[in-house]
């Protein structure tokens, strides 16, 4: 039995405790800007490679998962200076995306808030059809959490969860923003992905250790159990599945575990697959880069005694693997759109986390925290603008 498994037994009641220790609270449904708290600057290691050329830095947009409000962020500036303001957009927003005209959907406890990004307004806020209970906040609480976008823009794709059951997949209409179609899937979906063709969605399932696959066609659903741990330890287990992604090679799910096992979903057939990895720590958030290189976010040890501190793990196609360690915990991960700089979300979905960002320079490996937002949780870089 591994040190893992048996905390996962003992998981249970810290779980627990965190849920009644979450915070009920209520929106502010108008718009309007809100102050980022500071947090203190870290050294960087020493470059590792010759930086590349620079480029326009994007404006990116981060989910204020601890306050009711998005966030405008200009990494280019130095310090506080690089929080460009807020817009309240509904209680605890937890996942985002972006269409290329700059409408954001952002999932929060309460619906679907659209922002017109270039106005800095929500625009509407479309309701969860289905029931999760009081509007609250914290890590347990009901609601949207992933989102995603169909390749062509017609749905918005958001997990909802159910406190204390199964989920829901709810599909967003873009052109009425009205839920119009529901379909059941598992505990607490942390993540929603999109096959490139848009033919099937992927739900990332925290709490049944699955995923769940949706045809678009059909809106049939199909469980696959992705746990390479096992399940033991139930809802109180650290040992479960929380960000997926989709590799742009073949459409592979890849689901990474503890910095030491990375799971390999064929989505055609359900075959798990697992494959070795080194950064020994609790990961979290993942993305792909076009050209296949994954970068995993490491929130910190499970054990202090035994497992390392938070990291950024750059993962190479043929498997190699280098590691950014970072300061402090850290949830999910964005590149820019030259895969030059990588944006990572201080916010944490347990407790530990800080007001801001780490931006990486995926070369040479430098460091730089820019204190923005409240427990910012999803980041996403905006279009240029002409």
């Known amino acids: 039995m591994t040190t893992r498994a048996a905390l996962a037994r003992t ?13 009920c609270g209520s929106p502010d449904p108008s718009p309007g800007p809100t102050s980022a708290s500071a947090a203190a600057p870290v050294p960087t290691p020493p470059p590792t490679a010759t930086p590349a050329p620079a480029t326009a830095s994007p404006t990116l947009l ?21 929080d460009l303001g807020s817009v309240r957009v509904g209680t605890a927003p937890y996942g985002l995306a972006v269409a290329p005209d700059g409408t954001a959907w952002v999932a929060t406890g309460e619906g679907v808030a659209v922002v017109d990004t270039r106005t800095r307004t929500r625009v509407a806020l479309v309701p969860h059809t ?23 823009g017609t ?28 379909v059941p899937v598992g505990r607490r979906p942390f993540d929603v992905d999109v096959s490139a063709d848009g033919r099937q969605v992927y739900v990332t399932d925290h709490d049944s250790f699955d995923v769940t696959t949706v045809d678009t066609a059909t809106w049939a659903a199909r469980r696959t159990e992705v746990a390479p741990y096992g399940t033991e330890g139930g809802l109180g287990s650290w040992l479960k599945p929380h960000y ?20 390999v979903v064929d989505p055609s057939t359900g075959r798990v697959t697992v494959e070795p990895m ?19 976010v490491g929130t910190g040890p499970i054990d202090p005694a035994t497992d390392a501190g938070p990291s950024l793990t750059v993962r190479a196609p043929d498997g190699s693997e280098r590691l950014v360690p970072l300061d402090g915990p850290h949830e999910t991960v964005t590149l820019s ?16 986390g800080w007001d801001g960002l780490t931006v990486v320079d995926t070369a040479t490996g430098r460091t730089t925290r820019l204190p923005v937002g409240h427990l910012p949780l999803a980041v996403a870089v905006l279009p240029n603008r002409p």
Not at 67 to 74: E, K, N, S
Not at 166 to 181: K, S
Not at 244 to 263: I, N
Not at 278 to 296: E, K, M, S
Request: aromatic share 6%; no cysteine; proline share 6%.
């Open 278 to 296: 080194t950064a020994n720590t609790h990961q979290h958030g993942v993305t792909a880069a076009p050209d296949g290189t994954l970068y995993i």
């Open 62 to 82: 981060v989910t204020d998962f601890g306050a009711d409000t998005v966030t405008f962020v200009d990494p280019s500036r130095p310090g506080r200076a690089a």
């Open 11 to 23: 998981a249970v009641l810290t779980a627990l405790t965190a849920a009644l220790l979450a915070a």
């Open 130 to 152: 289905t029931r999760t209970g009081p509007v609250t906040t914290g890590e347990y609480r009901g609601g949207g959490m992933g989102i995603a976008l169909s390749p062509d």
């Open 244 to 263: 997926t992604a989709v590799r742009p090679s073949d459409g592979a799910l890849l689901l990474p575990f503890e910095g030491e096992r990375l799971a």
């Open 155 to 182: 749905r918005a794709y958001v997990g909802v969860n159910v406190p204390g059951g199964n989920g829901t997949l709810e599909v967003v209409d873009t052109a009425t923003r009205t839920v119009v179609r529901v």
């Open 337 to 352: 759109p030259d895969a030059r700089t990588a944006y990572v979300s201080g916010g944490f979905t347990r407790e530990g």
